[in-house]
Structure formats: C-alpha cells, structure tokens
C-alpha cells in the first residue's frame, strides 16, 4: 500500500520566520501535488511536481521533488499569517490520488 | 477558468430526508470525483467518475449514490443518512492524471 506521511503534523511559527515541511513515502510516484486548505473551504493547488530533482517556486514558497520522486518539501520563506492553513501533499497511487495527512500550520502575527 | 462549483454550501437534513448535493465544472475535465472529509483530516476519496462511468467506489454505504448526468455534471444523492455522515463534502475534476481541482466544498449537518 503507497502511503505518504507528512511531517511535522503541527507547527506554529512567528510571522517572518522560515519554515520546511516534508511529505515522504517509501514508494516512487510519477508524480506530487501540494495543496492548501483553508478551514471550512476546499483544497487550493499550489504545484505539482513530476521530474525528480525538480525545484518549482511560487512567491515565497518553494517546493522540491526528491530525486528519487519518493519525497517532497514545501520551504516557506519569511512566513505570513495568510499562510496558515492546512498543508496537504498528494500522489498518484496505482489507481486514484492518495494524500498525506497534511501539516497544519500557524503563522503567528 | 480553473473553478469547479458545489451546491448548496451548509446542508442541514434529518435522518429521513432526502437531499442532493451538486458538483459542476467547465473545464472540460473527464474525471469527477466525490470525497468526504471529517474535521482536521485529509479528504477521503469516495467515488471516481471518468469519462461520466462510475470507476471508483470505495466501498460508500449504499444511502450514499452518485451521478454523472453529463461531463460537466457531478451530483451526490443522500437518503436516510446517519449523525457520522456530517463532513465536509468535496467535489474535484481532472483532466491528467496528476492533478485534481476541488470545489469549495458543502458542509452536511445530520440531525
């Protein structure tokens, strides 16, 4: 069974401060997906990520594929309370997307 | 346009009503999906559609029943539900296998 475990499940930073949080798997996946999701709403896409290696940034997020595309980071630089949110990662398994239980961040004002 | 649309957006129902939930998207995705989602967990998927042919159910107890009337359409019916089956209701379509776009989602009270 592919699974995808993500880590830390909880963090709660200050405002301006850097954070990394990791999506990890012992099975290759063609591809990932990171997500956000605000309380209530549904799950935004931020990036997928289908080469291993591969960096994406978006604004002051970046996001980096393993190069053996079992793992996955999401770097937040200089954090900001519009962050917060519940982080999810997912990939496609043999047949449907699978998700990681996701990373519920905190930006402190 | 990158938005798929769910209705309503709060349901309330008693355990003996009848209700739908409805998905749309015009993206001119050939996959929808359901998924349910229960507080501070990650959504679990329930049906897949492709190609509006059911291709996925996770094994969803039977008051619950989908429908694809066209490609742009998703509907949940719900009959005689139970207090647990309160969640967060999500609709998302695709269009690669890589990435799913979800709706805002309806919030099911059982009562």
């Known amino acids: 069974t592919q699974l995808l475990e993500q880590s830390p499940q909880f963090l709660s930073i200050q405002e301006g401060e850097n954070l990394t949080v990791y999506c990890n798997s012992s099975?290759?996946?063609?591809?990932l997906q990171w997500y956000r999701q605000e309380p209530g709403e549904g799950p935004v896409l931020l990036v997928t990520?289908?080469?291993?290696?591969e960096v994406k940034k978006l604004k002051r997020l970046t996001f980096q594929f393993g190069d053996a595309r079992k793992d996955s980071s999401l770097h937040i630089t200089a954090a900001q309370p519009g962050d917060t949110g519940l982080y999810l990662c997912?990939?496609?398994?043999?047949?449907?997307?699978?998700f990681g239980k996701g990373t519920r961040l905190h930006i402190l004002p | 346009d990158t938005e798929v649309t769910q209705t309503p957006k709060h349901l309330v129902m008693g355990m003996t009503n009848k209700k739908s939930l409805k998905c749309e998207q015009h993206?001119?995705?050939?996959?929808m999906y359901w998924y349910k989602q229960k507080a501070k967990k990650p959504p679990e998927l329930m049906f897949v559609?492709?190609?509006?042919?059911?291709?996925i159910n996770e094994s969803v107890p039977s008051r619950f029943s989908p429908e694809c009337p066209n490609s742009s359409l998703l509907n949940l019916h719900l009959h005689a539900l139970q207090p647990e089956d309160s969640a967060l209701y999500l609709c998302?379509?695709?269009?690669?296998?890589?990435?799913?776009?979800f709706g805002p989602g309806t919030r099911l009270t059982v009562t």
């Open positions: 559609y492709s190609y509006e042919k059911l291709s």
């Open positions: 998302a379509s695709s269009q690669t296998r890589y990435e799913q776009y």
């Open positions: 993206m001119g995705h050939r996959a």
């Open positions: 990520v289908v080469t291993g290696g």
């Open positions: 997912a990939g496609r398994g043999d047949d449907k997307i699978i």
């Open positions: 099975s290759v996946f063609s591809s």
